[in-house]
């Protein structure tokens, strides 16, 4: 609002000025020592007189725009907003500001007087001024999955990823043969997990990954193994599990899920062990892949390995007589073993590997 002068008061010494102003609801005294200019809707200066000499001084107002929170602060001292947003500095003082977001937010920009970008904000005094801080959320990294082989580039403003590396599931054993004793062929074992916390990459770069390959059923013979997943040459890799053995008298032997002691990250767990077909009672279960806080589970007889935290489930191994397919289609989770009996089970294959960057 306008602002009318009520009264006006001069003293002999070093002809200072004693004002009182009223904007209709309240009145504002002002030290002694000082002759104000009072303009309609703001104090844009006052002259320091007091001693007989002469300082001219001018408000620096800052304020906060956006969804999130922070502090700017003023060097000189002076401004900590926070609470103290304005301050009056004297003329031709060169003054900066700093933003600071408090957590879970971020600094975006600055706007007025002439400041931009995120860095700090300077200006030099010769007129009241004002400056605006934008603070934003902090955006939440989000998952990004990668199911083949290939390559990423990292987006303008990313440079920094979570990455974690499931290995692939290896396939199944045959069933055993009328001269094998029909015995179940193994399971196959599960993909093993690795995680990098963060690795630094270069927005506009690309970085090259493989996505491990799902271990592949043979007819009458053991199971392929899965293959490696691996970033970036070696920056995280978790191995692939084994294939199950063929049905042998007397059983077929799962395979061994892959080994955290061969991956590279760092945090690294191993994926479960595929289940022992066994003499006329089905093909063993594969093991679950690895977990993002555990090793897998093993499978047993015609069960696959349950599924920790984050990892994923084994296929479930071929009952006896059963000529069902029982392929895995879990990320780094391993296929069953074939079933045993007058008609052999297929085997199962395993899952193939899974990358997900978080950023």
């Known amino acids: 609002g306008s602002w009318e002068l009520t009264a006006l008061f001069e003293t002999t010494n070093y002809q200072t000025k004693y004002a009182t102003s009223d904007n209709g609801t309240s009145t504002v005294l002002y030290e002694v020592g000082n002759h104000l200019k009072i303009t309609p809707d703001a104090i844009a200066s006052r002259t320091n007189t007091t001693g007989g000499g002469e300082t001219t001084q001018y408000t620096l107002t800052t304020s906060k725009t956006g969804d999130g929170t922070g502090t700017v602060t003023s060097n000189p001292s002076g401004i900590n907003c926070g609470s103290t947003c304005s301050y009056d500095f004297d003329d031709n003082t060169e003054v900066t500001l700093t933003a600071e977001a408090t957590e879970g937010s971020t600094f975006t920009a600055w706007s007025g007087e002439g400041c931009s970008g995120t860095g700090t904000c300077v200006v030099t005094m010769s007129e009241a001024m004002g400056v605006t801080a934008n603070f934003d959320v902090e955006a939440s990294p989000e998952p990004h999955y990668f199911t083949t082989s290939g390559t990423w580039q990292a987006p303008a403003g990313v440079t920094s990823v979570k990455i ?6 290896g396939a199944g054993g045959a069933g055993g043969s009328a001269s094998l004793n029909y015995t179940g062929g193994g399971g196959g074992g599960g993909g093993a997990y690795s995680k990098i916390n963060s690795y630094n990459v270069t927005p506009g770069n690309s970085y090259s990954f493989t996505v491990g390959a ?3 059923k043979v007819s009458s013979n053991d199971g392929n193994p899965g293959g490696d997943t691996v970033f970036n040459v070696d920056v995280c890799v978790a191995k692939g599990g084994a294939g199950g053995k063929k049905g042998a008298s007397p059983e077929g032997v799962g395979g061994a899920g892959g080994s955290s002691g061969s991956g590279v990250g760092d945090v690294k767990y191993s994926g479960g062990t595929g289940g022992t077909g066994n003499m006329g009672g089905g093909g063993g279960g594969g093991g679950s892949s690895a977990g993002t806080g555990s090793n ?6 015609t069960s696959g390995g349950a599924a920790p935290e ?18 895995s289609t879990n990320y780094g ?25 978080t950023y």
């Open 333 to 357: 989770g391993a296929g069953g073993g074939a079933g045993a009996g007058p008609t052999l089970g297929s085997a199962g294959d395993g899952a193939g590997g899974l990358i997900i960057l």
């Open 214 to 216: 799902k271990g592949t």
């Open 310 to 327: 984050g990892g994923y489930t084994g296929g479930n191994g071929v009952a006896m007589g059963n000529a069902s397919d029982n392929s």
């Open 296 to 301: 897998g589970n093993n499978g047993t007889v």
């Open 164 to 169: 974690e590396c499931y290995g692939a599931g």
